[in-house]
């Protein structure tokens, strides 16, 4: 698939880059995360947390609101399913990196989505990106067979684990806080989450 840059004019309908904060010594700090042949996420880490970033971050792109700093490391090239949030997210590219996007409007009101509409960017080392609330997004892919790694900034206890279940309407695909999710039947998702894209589990 056509792979465009996040300085393309597509971009501006799924988010931004962000010009007005340095992210030289978090993209630094990265180097020392795990990159493995899988993917893993840690939603809040300590020793990202820790740099004056964070409060930038805080103050200047979340508005004072609390958030938290974590990563997205490893090796993926496929689809496998989509996420949105009620906030906006914050990629920094700690490596090159290319985000699958899509917008929630044209998710279906059975809650399906086609995965022809996806769009492809691909992310910079060092370039930090603000993806919209109504941005469909999922784990970064690789940049040929190299690994990934991706810093991720959230409101505060987004992607942690549920108080209580979610059943019914767009509430069934709610997995974990400020997270709702609707997975690829190719996806390897867990028991019980939502399958609703239809069409190719596109691969870069």
């Known amino acids: ?11 501006s309908k799924y988010g931004k880059i962000i010009k007005n904060i340095d992210f030289t010594e978090i993209v630094a700090k990265m180097e020392e995360t795990p990159c493995p042949e899988d993917v893993v996420y840690e939603p809040s880490i300590a020793a990202l947390e820790a740099l004056p970033v964070y409060e930038q971050l805080k103050e200047i792109t979340y508005g004072e609101l609390p958030i938290q700093i974590g990563y997205c490391n490893g090796h993926n ?3 496998n399913a989509v996420e949105y949030h009620r906030s906006s997210e914050i990629d920094i590219a700690a490596t090159d990196l290319i985000l699958l996007l899509g917008w929630q409007p044209d998710i279906t009101e059975d809650f399906t989505y086609d995965t022809s509409k996806i769009e492809a960017f691909r992310v910079e080392k060092g370039t930090a990106v603000e993806l919209y609330a109504t941005t469909l997004h999922y784990a970064p892919c690789s940049v040929g067979e190299e690994g ?5 900034v959230l409101p505060k206890d987004t992607n942690l684990p549920l108080d209580k279940e979610h059943k019914g309407w767009e509430d069934g695909l709610i997995t974990a806080k400020n997270k709702w999710l609707i997975g690829h039947p190719e996806g390897g998702l867990p028991e019980g989450s939502h399958i609703g894209l239809i069409g190719e589990n596109i691969r870069v």
Not at 1 to 8: A, G, K, L, N, R
Not at 148 to 152: A, E, S, T
């Open 1 to 11: 698939m056509q792979i465009y840059s996040v300085t393309d004019e597509r971009f």
């Open 148 to 152: 990934f790694r991706c810093v991720i």
């Open 77 to 79: 090239h496929y689809l």
